[in-house]
């Protein structure tokens, strides 16, 4: 850290493991915020009389902004610096992704989806490797950045239904306020770089990567995302049609929301239990382990003790690996951590959706059930191909660390 960043971190009381905590409080807000667009569908759907197929594409459209295009801005971000791009990153996605409620047109919508996600896409790889840095224990620092991001999509559905109806939608473009200010603080604190400019290297070290040990860990990275987005996209549709929950059921929001704090909870415990067991361990029982207590999610009574416990214990699982995972790979490209982090979390997400659309014409074909177990039983593969691919990368050893 250059001295003024490190003068600032001191004025501000964020130096080390504070502006890791900065950066997890910046990306739970980030993520909250993109989260709104699925509580926000229906009021959308009335309000400009789309079809199934327009909502459909409005999804699409962010998540692919938002989400594929990771990669570049994290290239972007390992050549010409990291502080200024998570910055604005975040500022440009609160700032347009808080008024999608408010939106005058469907036109104006899917310019602020597509250019919030964008913004979001901006953040993502720049924040993780600036998290990275800021501790010595870097496992932790990056799963407590991803648990921000599942805190946020747990928080956003139910903090913009609470402010419109307590406030009514025109408030939410307020909601904006706490990222931009975080925003302003990170580009005054964190440092610039991991490490020094290297004019003569290549501008784009995304396609090396993929042909290397990283994108093996990419392709363990999308298979468990495919059973992940099945679990939160398919398992409330299950509910409804095989359980007859009613759609508009507050148990089908309870149960999301249990699955993204759980999965939370599972990257944060994933990194603690690495500094005993080593990283590979930790990653492969987890993914072996994760496809029980999903298939037990069929069998239990919706909304008993049991059920909740599954689906707990399921989200814990299926999220412990995604940190480490992300680690692994920012130590595999020590010169391009912000690229890495931008595979690990955006084109692993990208190209499960794409997956996921076989995953639901597969549903229409052989059923819900047994379309969505055959994703979750996508975690055993992942689960060999992590071993080979995050071992000889072990967590550091020793004693105990703090951010």
Not at 130 to 140: G, P
Not at 249 to 259: D, H, K, P, R
Not at 289 to 306: I, K, N, V
Request: aromatic residues 8%; hydrophobic residues 55%.
């Amino acid at each position: 850290m250059n001295v003024r960043t490190g003068s600032l971190a001191a004025k501000f009381g964020v130096a080390g493991g504070g502006l890791a905590l900065l950066l997890t409080v910046a990306h739970l807000f980030n993520d909250a915020l993109s989260s709104m667009l699925s509580a926000l569908l229906p009021t959308l759907q009335e309000r400009f009389g789309l079809t199934e197929s327009w909502l459909a594409f409005l999804v699409a459209t962010f998540a692919f902004s938002s989400s594929v295009t990771q990669p570049l801005f994290g290239a972007l971000s390992d050549r010409f610096g990291r502080r200024a791009l998570a910055a604005f990153g975040l500022v440009l996605s609160v700032s347009l992704l808080s008024l999608m409620a408010v939106a005058p047109s469907v036109w104006t919508l899917l310019g602020l989806l597509l250019v919030g996600g964008l913004g979001s896409a901006a953040f993502h790889p720049s924040g993780t490797s600036i998290a990275r840095s800021s501790s010595v224990n870097k496992e932790l620092a990056v799963s407590l950045f991803s648990a921000g991001g599942m805190l946020g999509l747990a928080m956003g559905p139910v903090l913009v239904l609470i402010v419109a109806s307590g406030l009514g939608l025109g408030y939410t473009p307020w909601l904006m306020v706490p990222g931009i200010v975080l925003g302003i603080l990170i580009n005054l604190i964190a440092p610039a770089r991991a490490h020094a400019p290297e004019p003569a290297r290549r501008p784009l070290e995304g396609g090396r990567l993929l042909r290397g040990p990283v994108g093996r860990l990419v392709l363990v990275g999308t298979l468990l995302e495919v059973a992940f987005t099945t679990f939160t996209s398919a398992f409330p549709l299950w509910l409804v049609a095989e359980r007859g929950l009613a759609r508009d059921s507050t148990l089908l929001g309870w149960t999301l929301t249990v699955f993204f704090l759980a999965a939370a909870l599972g990257g944060v415990t994933g990194s603690l239990l690495s500094q005993r067991w080593g990283r590979s361990r930790v990653v492969t029982l987890s993914l072996l382990a994760a496809p029980l207590p999903l298939f037990a999610t069929f069998a239990a009574a919706p909304g008993s003790a049991a059920f909740f416990g599954w689906v707990l214990l399921a989200g814990l699982l299926t999220n412990m690996a995604f940190p480490l995972l992300i680690v692994s790979a920012q130590d595999l490209a020590p010169r391009s951590e912000a690229t890495a982090s931008g595979m690990l979390m955006g084109l692993t997400v990208g190209l499960a959706g794409l997956l996921y659309v076989g995953v639901g014409r597969l549903q229409e074909v052989v059923g819900m059930a047994p379309a969505m177990a055959l994703s979750y039983l996508a975690l055993l593969p992942a689960a060999l191909l992590a071993r080979a691919a995050v071992d000889g990368h072990p967590a550091p050893s020793g004693g105990a660390k703090t951010l």
